[in-house]
């Protein structure tokens, strides 16, 4: 019991946030049980455990008794509604309870140690979270009994049950208990660490209780180091909290720290006097010995400085009385000390002499009791720190491998991709040299194509020259010359005329059959007139074919016309052949960078996907290629159509 009371004396009235969540005020007005079990029933006859407890914590110090009552009917009620977490919940409270209030730490462990158990038979995060709490209260318990070591254990456990499930809603509580721990062995530097992110947790969070016990944390841990800039900031904090709230602990605390501040720093000492005469003041108004005891021995040395000896021995007294009975031995080497001093100032060196032994006896026990403790905690901490050390090291070894894997992922998926490019670059380059090869091979059949054009049109226009010119003009002549045969003989007979006569008419008929091929060959009308001229001539000859032109009527290259015209001379003796038509269209357009020719017949039509294309056919679709043309087909049971387009070089038209 002894330690528990020293270290409420380092932790500055910390011991407030040693029940997760527990905030009272002292004037609650009485509540029976029924009526506020009632309070958290609902219309089904439920009753809400958590909600209860909640509730049950307010009145753990106004109404101690009634709430060890409450909290075991809590416990029956969960075990009627078979609530399991409720169960859990309830053994909790009652550890707490025993803990807080009767300080009875193995009643307190017993129930707490149900609830662990309970806790952890269930998967859910609110269970997770419980036995969070109780690794919380357990770490409480053994940092009141001075076990330091086993205490920063169960913290730490807390802490990562609470990451666990993401809940950092009591994780001030414990960060300010793992503050007050190094506090007792005097690494005040990590105290202060500590201490700040409790503060800065429960400002993020909303909590204003956290954050006034936090401040007193740290501001204890400054005035340790000697460090006092912030502390009057912290003092304010807390003492906002105090007046607002109504908690005479925190004003309490305000005047402690702050008389300290006072004594340390501005060595004030009168001034030091009044703050902490304010805190004994508040102190006997509770009526708790263990703040009465640290108010008069903090007042006693107050007193010693500022010269009010009779003052001083009085405070010490009480000090001392209150030390022996509470088992405080540092509270009362202190007031050993103080007495000492007085009876120095009034001359009783014996008297001072006996309490300056007893005085160092006391402070070698307490050195040693804090060393050893020191050793132990600083042992544990240096193996919680090497084993955080190991778990981080292969934590970062899994982080360093699971980069190595997407580093070589990444690198394995660039090598692919650039492969994978290559070989596109590679096939695209080879599909550009087939296309290349194959447009070359194109323009040479074309070049092949225009020039047995050229040779066939050169060879026609020959040929129907000859004909014309030669075979027509010499057929002309011996039809000239026969008749003046029948004139001069005049002896021929009856049916020797009969036979020159028939010899004349099949002349004329050679003749105008001659004329007709050597036009066809090569029409003259073309040559000198255009395709629409020479067109329309074709198109009169043939009694079912009709001929539209449409468009400008500029001539084209004597290529281009030509193969017009042989084409639609082609396509037009295809339908008379194959078509059985009885109506044959033929439309010629013209326009400024294009002209098309259409051959549509109204004939049986034909199946493209079993009839092969003939000679005829083949040549036309040569002959448009030659000119980078486009031939299309449309052929049903109803007809024929045929249609040709042709884009136009802008040196195309020849006006």
Not at 78 to 90: F, H, I, V
Not at 342 to 362: D, G, I, T
Request: with cysteine; glycine share 6%; charged share 25%.
């Amino acid at each position: 019991m002894g330690r528990y009371r020293k270290i409420r004396i380092r932790m500055g009235g910390l011991f407030c946030c040693i029940l997760l969540g527990l905030t009272f005020p002292l004037n609650l007005l009485a509540q029976s049980l029924d009526s506020l079990i009632l309070k958290h029933t609902d219309s089904a006859g439920k009753v809400h455990i958590k909600l209860l407890l909640e509730d049950s914590k307010k009145h753990m110090y106004s109404h101690p008794t009634e709430t060890f009552h409450l909290a075991e009917r809590v416990l029956n009620i969960a075990e009627m509604q078979k609530d399991k977490l409720g169960r859990a919940r309830s053994y909790q409270f009652l550890g707490i309870c025993h803990f807080q209030v009767t300080a009875d730490y193995d009643s307190a462990v017993f129930y707490l140690q149900k609830a662990e158990r309970l806790f952890l038979s269930l998967p859910s995060k609110e269970a997770i979270e419980g036995n969070a709490m109780v690794q919380h209260n357990f770490g409480t318990i053994k940092q009141v009994k001075g076990e330091y070591a086993l205490a920063i254990d169960y913290y730490i456990q807390a802490l990562k049950l609470f990451d666990e499930v993401e809940n950092t809603k009591f994780y001030a509580y414990t960060l300010n208990n793992i503050s007050t721990l190094y506090a007792l062995v005097k690494d005040n530097q990590k105290a202060e660490k500590y201490a700040r992110a409790c503060i800065k947790l429960s400002q993020q969070q909303g909590d204003a209780f956290m954050k006034a016990t936090g401040s007193i944390a740290l501001a204890d841990a400054l005035l340790q180091q000697g460090e006092y800039n912030e502390i009057m900031p912290l003092l304010e904090v807390i003492l906002e909290y105090g007046q607002t709230h109504n908690d005479p602990y925190k004003v309490l605390l305000y005047h402690l720290n702050y008389g300290t501040y006072l004594m340390k720093y501005k060595k004030d000492y009168a001034s030091a006097v009044k703050e902490y005469e304010k805190a004994l003041a508040l102190t006997e108004s509770i009526g708790d010995e263990w703040e009465l005891m640290r108010q008069n021995s903090a007042l006693s040395e107050a007193y010693l400085q500022n010269n009010q000896f009779d003052e001083a021995y009085s405070s010490a007294q009480r000090s001392m009385l209150l030390s022996e009975k509470l088992g405080a031995k540092d509270k009362k080497e202190i007031a050993l000390f103080v007495l000492a001093q007085v009876n120095v100032h009034k001359r009783k060196f014996e008297q001072a002499y006996q309490q300056l032994y007893s005085a160092y006896l006391l402070k070698d026990t307490l050195f040693n009791d804090d060393s050893q403790q020191h050793t132990a905690f600083i042992e544990t901490v240096y193996q919680t720190e090497k084993k955080e050390l190991k778990i981080e090291a292969l934590e970062k070894q899994r982080q360093l491998y699971i980069w190595l894997g997407i580093a070589g992922g990444t690198i394995l998926l660039t090598v692919l991709a650039f492969a994978l490019i290559r070989y596109r670059l590679a096939v695209n380059k080879r599909k550009l040299a087939e296309e290349e090869a194959q447009r070359l091979q194109q323009e040479k059949q074309l070049v092949a194509v225009q020039a047995t054009l050229d040779g066939e049109a050169a060879e026609r226009s020959r040929l129907a020259k000859d004909l014309h010119d030669g075979l027509g003009s010499m057929l002309s002549l011996v039809k000239f010359n026969l008749p003046q045969m029948k004139g001069e003989a005049a002896v021929l007979d009856t049916i020797d005329v009969t036979r020159f006569q028939k010899a004349l008419g099949m002349l004329d008929d050679s003749i105008q059959e001659l004329r007709r091929v050597a036009h066809h060959m090569m029409p003259e009308s073309l040559l000198r007139y255009g395709l629409r001229v020479s067109l329309t001539d074709f198109c009169e000859a043939i009694p079912i074919a009709d001929f539209h032109y449409f468009g400008d009527e500029s001539r084209l290259s004597e290529k281009m016309e030509i193969m017009i015209y042989r084409c639609i001379h082609e396509l037009v003796n295809n339908a008379l052949k194959h078509a059985q038509a009885n109506h044959i269209n033929v439309q010629l357009v013209q326009e400024e960078d294009r002209i098309s020719f259409t051959v549509q017949d109204d004939g049986i039509g034909f199946d493209q996907e079993k009839v092969t294309e003939g000679m005829g056919l083949q040549n036309v679709r040569q002959r448009v290629a030659a000119f980078a043309g486009e031939m299309h087909i449309y052929s049903t049971e109803q007809g024929t159509e045929i249609h040709v387009e042709i884009e136009l070089p802008k040196t195309e038209n020849n006006d």
